[in-house]
Structure formats: C-alpha cells, structure tokens
C-alpha cells in the first residue's frame, strides 16, 4: 500500500543561472546557459569551460562560522548552501518545531575529505535558521543523493519523527584537484573530449511535509521514492547494461506511484553519452508509464552538471513548474550517480 502523499512546501537554490530559485527556474525554462573560462588548465594547457557563479556574489562566511581546518572547496559549499538554505527556510511557518535535515555531499572527494557532522553545524551557524543538527544526516552522496535522501526524508515524516523535513544537495567541481582528476578520465568537455560534460556548482533545498501543514503552501505532491544500482556503473569493470535505472523505474510501476501515464521527466543527464544508454533501456523496458508525446528535460544544460545538488534542484524545479502550471504531471525525476545510485520519484499536483 502507498503511504499517504506528503508535499513540498518551500524551495530554495543558487547556481549559475540563478541565484534564487524562481530566477535559476527563469533561466532552464528560456534555456539560458552560463559557461566561462577559468583559470585553472587542463591536460592541453587550456582554460576549463564551467558554469561557476562568480565569488563576489557568494556570500562571505559570517564571523561565528568555525573556519578551522575549512578546505577552499568546503568554503565555497558553505557560501552555496547558505543562501539556498536560507531561501527554502524562508517558507517555514512561525513557530514550528527546527526540521531534520538529510544532505546530499560530493561524489568526487580530494585528499582531505568533509567531516560531515561539522558541516552541518557550520552551516547551521551561517545560515542562522534552525534545523536540528543531531538529527540531521549528511551521508548521501552524488546525483542521486538528493532523491536518496529525500526517501529517507519522507520515512522520517511518515513515522511521526519529524513533522517537517529538509532535503538538500551541495557541491562543486569548481577545484583543481576535481577537475585534474575528471580532465584525466576524459570527462570534462573540451575541444578534446567532445564526449564530457560541463562542470558546475550549486545547491538546493526542498521543504517537506504532510498536506496541509499548518501555513506551508503546497507546491507538488510526492508519495514514492525508488532506489536502485547500476552494477555496469561509470567506475565499475561490469559490463553496463542500464539494469538499474529500468528496476527503478519497476518499483514505480509496480507501486502504481503514477495516476496517470508521465508527462513531464527531468533528467540528471550532464551531456556526456553514457547516461543515454540506461534511460533507453528505462523507457523501452516501461513504455506503459508514458504518455506518448511526454517532454523531457535536461536542466544540466543551462547549470552545468551540479553532483549532489542535482537531485534537489530537479525536485525544486519540478515543484515551481507544477505550481506555475507549465510543467504537465504527473512529473517523473530521476538521477543518477557516478558509482552506481540510481533514485526517481514521481511528483504531482497537490490535491485541493
């Protein structure tokens, strides 16, 4: 049996076709892209082609900020998820309880990896909105982290263990040792590597609660997350068949999360060929889940490719194009991470 839909009721982002999330919404929908040179070289002597949002209009970290041991990578997430937090917290009515928070970090590490507890205290202290930390979780990792976490979101509100939930995703490839690392395995986009993808950076947040939540508004309704794993993932030596994608898809299916054939899909892929297989082979396998002449989205091609922000900022869009009525439901979001994650749910419009 389906849980009872639960909804989103606040979103918030930054990336580099928005700094809020109405104007990054504004900007996949006229398909605005916003890609420069920086200085950091490739293999080729070349600057990288990324879509960074410039440093002065990051917010500076506040003096109560514990800075000690902060990484140049993690610094910047912080100014990133402070101001997309701040944006989703924003919809918080007067007087509730501090949410949970489940947080979805880099795929691609460095050397010195995120403590990730201590994140979650100093991004707390940036924003100062309340979230309960103790309770909050930042162990999701990639694409499809952000949907990942957002199904462990909805178990915590179901169960009466949180009355509302937060759900977000930071990252940045916008750092030499990601991007030495990525132009190695020929993935950044270049005039060498036709097949990569744009390196981008971001966050998102998506508020979650049962419908009619004291003065939350209603933006999209959500009543199933499905999880599964590519064995054939980008890393991995087993052969890549796009089996992981399709029996996510099945658990859907099965689950009957769809009222009616899909209209809409936003998508995770970041340009690069691979990730064309598995949606093939999904799509095919469950051909019965969609309407014939559905849209498809890619919102990748405005932002760059967003790692762990991806998931939410799919879910955010999803919800601000339901509301706005230009995105037709039922709205199928999926994602896809580099180790093998897969995660897609399916949002509609808000009953009454």
């Known amino acids: 049996m389906t849980p009872e839909p639960l909804v989103i009721g606040g979103v918030g982002s930054i990336s580099a076709v928005g700094l809020t999330a109405p104007e990054t919404v504004a900007s996949v929908r006229s398909a605005t892209m916003r890609f420069s040179e920086i200085d950091f070289l490739d293999h080729s002597l070349k600057p990288f082609t990324v879509a960074e949002i410039p440093r002065e209009l990051l917010p500076e970290l506040l003096e109560r900020v514990d800075i000690a041991g902060v990484t140049s990578r993690e610094d910047r997430m ?32 460095t050397t010195i990896d995120i403590d990730e507890q201590r994140l979650l205290h100093r991004l707390a202290a940036q924003t100062g909105r ?41 990252d940045t490839y916008i750092d030499p040792y990601i991007l030495a690392t990525l132009d190695l395995d020929k993935r950044v986009k270049s005039d060498a590597h036709l097949d990569g993808f744009i390196p981008g950076e971001g966050a998102a947040f998506v508020l979650l609660a049962k419908a009619g939540a004291g003065a939350l508004p209603a933006l999209a309704s959500v009543s199933k997350v499905a999880v599964g794993f590519e064995p054939g993932h980008i ?13 996510t898809f099945q658990q859907l299916a099965e689950a009957e999360a769809a009222s009616s054939p899909v209209e809409t899909v936003l998508s995770s892929m970041n340009g690069e060929g691979y990730w064309a297989k598995e949606w093939g082979v999904a799509r095919v396998r469950h051909d019965a889940m969609f309407h014939a002449e559905h849209d498809m989205y890619h919102p990748a091609d405005c932002t760059g490719d967003l790692g762990a922000a991806c998931g939410p900022m799919l879910l955010g869009l999803a919800a601000l194009g339901i509301r706005q009525g230009y995105y037709r439901c039922p709205v199928l979001v999926y994602a896809s991470s580099d180790y093998g994650s897969r995660a897609a749910l399916i949002l509609d419009a808000p009953k009454g």
Do not use: K, N, W
């Open 130 to 170: 309340d979230f309960d930390v103790a309770g909050s979780d930042a162990s999701y990792r990639g694409r499809a982290g952000g949907l990942q976490a957002f199904a462990a979101a909805m178990e915590s509100v179901h169960s009466g263990r949180t009355s509302l939930a937060l759900v977000g995703g930071i």
């Open 78 to 109: 912080l100014r990133l998820a402070g101001s997309a937090l701040d944006e989703c917290l924003s919809s918080l009515p007067a007087g509730e309880p501090p949410p949970l928070l489940m947080l979805s970090l880099p795929e691609c590490r």
């Open 235 to 247: 890393h991995s030596e087993d052969t890549y068949q796009g089996e992981g994608l399709a029996q």
